[in-house]
């Protein structure tokens, strides 16, 4: 069995994706690909995850949490999809210990532990730190910044360094990995990959977080064009969506104010400028997907 973990990251799709694919589920059922309700496996996964680390479970382990998650036929299941932001931490821990979310690797060699034998693939978007941080102490109860931060410099935070600690410690496990401002215009594709279902199928939802973006006007001559364009590929799709976005995009919905103490817009564009060179290195990591609009 496949078994696909989306682990957020904290304050990138709030569930969208989760939602998204659940949309699908009895079309996905169809091809033996499972989209257990997170009620099922949320609390289960995190307290069996941390419980194992690289020690042995029982030897039935793993048929009792399939029994438990999925609602068919294990036999039946060919792909499962699981889907938990708070897996690695809660937001108020995600920089506790000197690391970002320095139990992660800790967690998946659980998972694949529990999963032995099955072939485990983890997804993940990333987010700039400069509206991720800020995005993040509001989602805790810190009082101040520098609470939340536990010592941490913004400027050194990499989201390479968690993905090469995941690499060392799990070298066989497949990650793909998104850009969270990219998500509007490769959504579908997300969507699919996850699923694993083939690039042009129709799956519902495609352009959800498009909507979201766009004006009810642009909207609807989006899929108009579409409709009159149906054999336009993926890239050629994405060319579309961003001529459109130009000219119809709501544009409170795709500017973040910022109100850190100290976080002028040099900072920021800083921060934003050692993201971008961070995904840059994060796609030259072997066994790192990284899906790009």
């Not at 939802?205 to 009159?228: K, S, T, V």
């Amino acid at each position: 069995m496949q078994v696909i973990l989306h682990t957020g990251v904290h304050c990138t799709d709030d569930d969208r994706l989760l939602k998204g694919l659940l949309r699908n589920a009895d079309a996905l059922r169809t091809k033996g690909v499972a989209v257990p309700g997170p009620g099922r496996y949320r609390a289960l996964l995190t307290e069996a995850a941390a419980s194992l680390g690289q020690s042995s479970p029982f030897p039935e382990a793993r048929e009792v949490l399939l029994d438990a998650i999925l609602s068919q036929d294990p036999d039946q299941v060919g792909r499962m999809l699981l889907s938990h932001e708070n897996f690695f931490a809660v937001p108020k821990l995600a920089l506790t210990g000197g690391r970002l979310y320095r139990n992660a690797e800790a967690r998946l060699a659980g998972v694949a532990q529990m999963f032995r034998g099955d072939e485990i693939q983890l997804f993940m978007g990333l987010r700039n730190p400069a509206t991720w941080l800020p995005a993040m102490y509001a989602a805790t109860p810190h009082a101040n910044l520098d609470d939340f931060l536990q010592g941490h410099d913004p400027m050194h935070l990499r989201w390479s360094d968690l993905i090469r600690r995941i690499r060392d410690a799990l070298p066989d496990m497949p990650i793909t990995l998104w850009c969270n401002e990219d998500t509007p215009l490769i959504w579908g594709q997300i969507l699919r990959d996850m699923a694993g279902v083939e690039p042009g199928r129709k799956i519902t939802g495609a352009f959800d977080l498009l909507q979201d973006i766009m004006n009810p006007e642009g909207m609807q001559r989006f899929r108009a064009y579409l409709r009159d364009h149906p054999q336009i590929n993926e890239r050629q799709k994405r060319r579309v969506m961003i001529a459109f976005l130009d000219k119809y995009a709501i544009s409170d919905a795709i500017e973040e104010e910022l109100d850190l103490p100290g976080w002028d817009s040099a900072y920021v564009d800083m921060l934003t400028e050692l993201y971008e060179d961070d995904v840059d290195e994060i796609g030259r990591i072997p066994g790192v997907t990284l899906l790009s609009s």
